[in-house]
């Protein structure tokens, strides 16, 4: 940090050295192919300038094989670099099941980051090293974008919907986490940092943030407060499904199609559940939008999580 | 103007002088010189939003209040695309040189032509609304819920604004198409048409097609933000996404309303200052109307971050790739046509250089942004910002200049100062490249774009872009000064001065209110110049005439 220029970025975790080998290709990929163009602009410019004695004879006549040559040599390097741009893409986007999993709610012009323990961090990011981190995007107004330069990773975190976004941290630090959507006002402020520990250190670390309840345990009360358990408990009487078990399974809807039950569907179902009805139950549900917030949800969908068959 | 011409044959600047007879002039070339005007206009508003921008960058925690600086970048971004990009090359050069270079007397509909202008100029009024009255800070992309719930500021004027602006694109695009269709000049087939025409034939197509898709969009977004209609507010049912879907269906096509014209003007600046006729001429006017209609389908590449499904942002992907095919065609020509030729260095051809270096580095760096995986991260970074710029100023306004120089003659009926306008061109190329080379570092480093401020530690490069943005300044502020003594003290030009191909130069400079005496027949291709010798045939078969 102490230097006054920077030529490239810090990289501090598996995504951030897969990014950087394909950058580094396609630079020089580019580079050769910018060299190339500039070199033949600059001979050709330099050789048949007006008055030199350079032979203009012969113009070259027949075009297509030419161009058919270099249609195809340019069409052969990108599918490469598309190709392998793509399966990166696959890899970074695609969200394991994590070691760990945060949930990280944006809002004008913050980070707030809950701990499955239940532990809460505002712009900071506490995780511990060579583990897979699942971070849960969500927002509470506008659309922001959650970004770690060091890490190479970045998603939009949009109002209503919940985004997956992973990483392996490697090397113990503090990153910089930068907001990179347009948010409003103090969007340039829409900070934090990502602090990188060793796992004794992290264990410590969780074990002093003094917190009494996960957030599945403050889901539980959260889930009878609301009156959800009036339905899906036990002993209802009414004729709702039993939440136990629905995460990560296969729930058949109404309307004839099938969803895997993950952390966005769980979250429709509470907002929308006209729009999600399971199949066989009738339609009561109530419609819980407007009643709860991105906070609310976080907690209520970690208990339906807990809920383990 | 009265006095600049006089003694001179009537031409259509002299032909009647009424204050009347210019705004309600129905001919091609004086509706340009309108649209010269208003486009002049709206560049220095936009440049001097961009200078504010660029010093208050030089330092990590700037000058201008955050709101203000959200407020500038908006008003550039607003204005430079709609109000200067996108008209530039098609209202101004297109729309004086289209009807001469295909001989006709002038384009098919000179009422809506007119119209356009005076609708251009209500929209313009409607943005210096907003922008008085206290601005917007949505950004030029409007981006919801951001832009229909939480801003504060004149976002449903500005709406309206680019509104009323896409009308204007309509008109005129709609005008060039059926002028290219109906009114060539007999003998003037479609594989003899100049590549200007091409060029502006393709973007009038593109602009017909995408400019509605635009006005929906910001409709309904003015309609939420009025009316409260839920389509993209998500506690109403409404999807965010959808917007970012339907604004990019248009501004990622118009991002190509404002190259395929520089594409068109370069290819005739090369060939005349090379004097050979252009490499593989099929090719390019495939490769024009191939990128017209592959634009349409590249949308989602904006949306890579957004939450739009894995498999979706692949295809867009691919067929991003895809574009770089035409555009590298296009590339290699332009240089093949260096080959053999016998160049000269006048200041059109130095634009016409500069715009293919810079269009090539902002090519190559569209790739590395089109792969998915780098996207993740340098989307909404600086480097994104040096990409399109190297495409859109690099690009667009290099050959903008070039052509406005280009055809200058013709226009005024003077010659330009040949020493200050290559000055003014390597300025351009040196100012801009330290303007934006410094931001994809920035970029790869992390820097969002649109903060306001920044760690310290990328201060250096922004150091570098903002004093590359004084270069630039000066380099575009030039021209102002040497061109409007011209208008009055430069030499007079022939009807050819350049001793080009097009039948633009067939008639006197500048022309006549009626374009040409006769209507010409012609009987030749275009660029048909022989480097062996310097001669060359023009469209109407006269030879080295
Ligand atoms: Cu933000
Ligand atoms: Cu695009």
């Known amino acids: 940090m102490d230097h006054w220029i920077q030529f490239w970025p810090r990289t501090a975790a598996v995504n951030g050295e897969v990014v950087n080998a394909l950058y580094i290709a396609e630079l020089a990929v580019c580079g050769l192919i910018l060299m190339t163009v500039v070199g033949l602009m600059f001979s050709f410019c330099v050789r048949y300038r007006a008055g ?29 670099g598309f ?30 980051m809950e701990h499955p323990g239940g532990q809460r961090e505002i712009d900071a990011l506490h ?70 520990m060793e796992p004794a250190a992290f264990a410590l670390w969780l074990r002093d943030q003094g917190v009494r309840e996960s ?75 407007g009643q709860l917030g991105e906070d609310d949800l976080v907690k209520l969908i970690a208990y339906i999580k807990s809920l383990a068959r | 103007m009265a006095t600049i011409t006089a003694g001179l044959p009537t031409s259509y600047v002299t032909s009647e002088n009424t204050i009347s007879s210019w705004l309600l002039t129905k001919d091609h070339k004086r509706i340009a010189l309108l649209f010269f005007a208003s486009i002049t206009f709206f560049f220095f508003i936009g440049g001097i939003a961009a200078t504010l921008i660029r010093m208050h960058l030089a330092t990590p925690e700037g000058l201008l209040q955050p709101d203000i600086y959200n407020r500038m970048f908006t008003m ?22 289209i009807p001469l270079a295909i001989g006709a007397h002038d384009l098919a509909f000179p009422r809506i032509n007119l119209a356009s202008w005076y609708v251009f100029n209500l929209s313009g009024l409607v943005l210096l609304y907003a922008l008085i009255m206290g601005g917007i800070d949505t950004g030029w992309t409007f981006y919801t819920p951001y832009s229909t719930l939480f801003a504060n500021g004149y976002v449903i004027a500005a709406t309206l604004a680019v509104f009323i602006n896409g009308f204007s694109s309509i008109m005129t695009g709609l005008n060039f198409v059926v002028t290219i269709h109906r009114l060539r000049a007999p003998g003037m087939t479609w594989m003899r048409l100049p590549l200007f025409v091409w060029g502006i034939y393709s973007v009038s197509l593109v602009m017909l097609l995408a400019t509605p898709v635009l006005a929906m969009t910001v409709l309904l977004v003015a309609m939420e933000r009025f009316m409260g209609v839920g ?41 005349c200052y090379v004097r050979r006729p252009i490499f593989g001429y099929t090719g390019m006017t495939y490769a024009l109307m191939s990128i017209a209609i592959i634009s349409f389908f590249v949308w989602g590449h904006h949306m890579f971050t957004a939450g739009i499904s894995i498999y979706s942002a692949v295809v867009f992907s691919l067929m991003t790739f895809f574009v770089a095919v035409p555009s590298a065609i296009k590339v290699f020509n332009w240089t093949a046509s260096l080959h053999k030729g016998s160049i000269t260095f006048d200041a059109p051809m130095l634009y016409a250089l500069g ?99 920044y760690p310290p530690e990328w201060q250096a490069w922004n150091v570098l872009s903002s004093a590359g943005a004084s270069i630039l300044a000066v380099a575009y502020i030039l021209p102002l000064g040497y061109l409007g003594w011209s208008l009055l003290r430069g030499e007079r030009a022939a009807p050819n001065p350049w001793r080009a191909t097009g039948l633009e130069w067939q008639t006197s400079s500048p022309p006549p209110k009626h374009n040409f005496e006769r209507t010409p027949v012609v009987t030749a ?9 310097g001669g060359f045939i023009a469209q109407n078969g006269a030879v080295n005439a």
Request: glycine share 10%.
């Open chain 1, 52 to 80: 030199s004695t350079a032979s203009r004879a012969n113009l070259t006549e027949k075009t297509w094989h030419w161009e058919i040559g270099w249609t195809t040599a340019t069409l052969v390097l990108l599918l490469i």
């Open chain 1, 83 to 112: 190709v392998w741009g793509a399966a990166v893409y696959i890899w970074l986007y695609k969200s394991p099941l994590g070691d760990l999993e945060v949930y990280v709610v944006g809002k004008q012009w913050m980070w707030k």
């Open chain 1, 127 to 196: 995780v511990p090293v060579d583990k897979t981190v699942r971070l849960l995007l969500a927002s509470q107004d506008v659309i922001h974008s959650f970004f770690i330069p060091a890490f190479r990773i970045k998603h939009d975190a949009v109002p209503g919907q919940y985004e997956t976004v992973w990483f392996k941290a490697t090397k113990p630090g503090t990153y910089l986490i930068e907001c990179s959507e347009f948010c409003g006002t103090e969007h340039a402020h829409m900070k934090g940092e990502v602090v990188v």
């Open chain 1, 215 to 289: 957030l599945a345990q403050e889901g539980e009360a959260l889930f009878r407060e609301h009156g959800c358990s009036g339905c899906h408990g036990e002993n209802s009487t009414v004729h709702a499904p039993s939440l136990v078990g629905v995460y990560g399974g296969i729930v058949h809807l109404q309307d004839g199609s099938a969803v895997r039950a993950d952390e966005r569907y769980l979250r429709d179902c509470i907002l929308l559940p006209r729009t999600f009805t399971v199949a066989g139950y009738p339609p009561v549900m109530p419609d819980f939008s």
């Open chain 2, 76 to 97: 550039h971004g607003i204005v430079m695309v709609w109000f200067f990009l996108i008209p530039s090359i098609p209202t101004t050069l297109g729309n004086f040189i």
């Open chain 2, 231 to 271: 389509i993209f507010d998500p506690a109403r049912g409404g999807d965010p996404l959808l917007f970012q879907h339907m604004f990019w269906f248009y501004s990622h096509p118009a991002v190509y309303i404002m190259i395929l014209p520089a594409m068109g003007v370069v290819s005739e600046l090369i060939t």
């Open chain 2, 355 to 453: 715009f293919v270096l810079l269009f090539t580095i902002g090519g190559l760096t569209g790739l590395i942004v089109a792969t998915v995986a780098l996207d993740v991260h340098l989307q909404d970074t600086y480097f994104v910002i040096a990409h399109f710029h190297y495409i859109m100023v690099g690009g667009t306004v290099s050959a903008f200049f070039g052509g406005l120089h280009y055809w200058w003659p013709k226009i005024t009926g003077r010659l330009y100062p040949e020493m200050w306008a290559r000055m003014a061109a390597l300025l351009t190329f040196v100012g801009f490249n330290l303007t934006f080379f410094p931001q994809f570092i920035l970029g790869y480093l992390g820097m969002p774009r649109r903060y306001y401020a």
């Open chain 2, 525 to 533: 291709g275009p660029y048909l110049y022989d480097p062996e010798d």
